[in-house]
């Protein structure tokens, strides 16, 4: 049986450039799949990202992808073509992906790489979520994309919740495009010292 993650990359406290690890924990709370898909939040991982291009037969890895292009484009890249991408390089973690798969190739062993790329429109911006363009038809066109690359695999998937990406996003990171969890802290949950 071969091993298959969906890694996530991005850091998420800049706006679009979280997609990815937003979409793996969208995709970890609404579906459930027929065989071992692993479903893995890089983040900024850098050099451990190599790790999982290793040590995974088959990688669908979701970022962004700093191209020209109208924001909420998505696009299926192997890893061939992302190298051959002169403009994608624009963010430090881009290049570290790009350099963990080069890296990846020389070694000899490197996963089967599928990148799915969404275009962002706010990638300086501090804040966790999406602009409208890709939480609208960006996100959900990944999605779709995502799963079309797992049914390729002849991995079935069933979805078993609906819940919202926000309230996904809040759920694992306590906000969304300015919307805060708010927890009253009461005097049993807290002591002093």
């Known amino acids: 049986m071969k091993k298959i993650g969906i ?3 991005g850091n998420i406290l800049f706006k679009d ?3 990815g690890v937003f979409i793996v924990k969208y995709l970890q709370e609404n579906y459930e799949f027929t065989q071992d898909v692993d479903l893995i939040d890089a983040g900024t991982l850098g ?3 190599m790790e999982y291009l290793e040590d995974y037969d088959y990688i669908i890895l979701v970022d962004t992808i700093s191209i020209k292009d109208k924001p909420g484009s998505v696009f299926r890249l192997t ?3 992302l190298a051959g991408i002169g403009s994608y390089h ?3 973690h881009e290049v570290e992906v790009l350099q963990m ?3 990846t190739a020389l070694k000899g062993k490197r996963a089967d790489t599928i990148i799915i790329g969404i275009v ?3 990638i300086c911006m501090s804040e966790i979520g999406l602009t409208p363009p890709l939480e609208n038809e960006g996100f959900k066109t990944a999605v779709y994309q995502i799963l079309k690359e797992l049914e390729k695999l002849g991995i079935r998937y069933k979805k078993i919740n609906n819940l919202p990406l926000p309230d996904v996003v809040i759920k694992h990171f306590g906000s969304y495009n300015g919307k ?3 927890e009253r802290i009461s005097d049993e949950n807290y002591k002093h010292n």
């Open 7 to 9: 890694v996530g990359v």
């Open 120 to 122: 962002p429109e706010n």
């Open 90 to 92: 624009q963010t430090a």
């Open 47 to 49: 050099f451990r990202l």
């Open 101 to 103: 798969l080069e890296l």
């Open 17 to 19: 450039e979280g997609i």
């Open 79 to 81: 890893a061939e073509d």
């Open 180 to 182: 805060l969890v708010r």
